[in-house]
């Protein structure tokens, strides 16, 4: 596997990993009350896959941008 490939596949599963982690922290701390929304409904499972998956979504996009933008050349920098 190339290298930029397996940079990318990495910061995409810890960005995922974090964001999952993140969106169980919200529901469990139950902040803004969500908690206590997604219980009460029938289906609090669907809203919490969501949640999760969509905080994943973005936690890995951000970490694969954050990892493609530190790739950056050594002759921009000054010494």
Known sequence: MPPILRLLAQS?????AV?????LLVV???LGRL???LWSSTDGWIG????MIFCGFT???ASMG???MSL???EDREP
Request: proline share 0%; charged share 5%.
């Open 59 to 61: 936690f890995a996009s």
């Open 19 to 23: 964001g999952v982690s993140v969106a």
């Open 12 to 16: 995409c599963a810890t960005g995922f």
């Open 35 to 37: 908690r206590e929304l």
């Open 72 to 74: 950056a050349g050594g």
């Open 66 to 68: 954050i990892a493609v």
């Open 28 to 30: 469990s701390m139950n």
């Open 48 to 51: 919490i896959t969501v949640l």
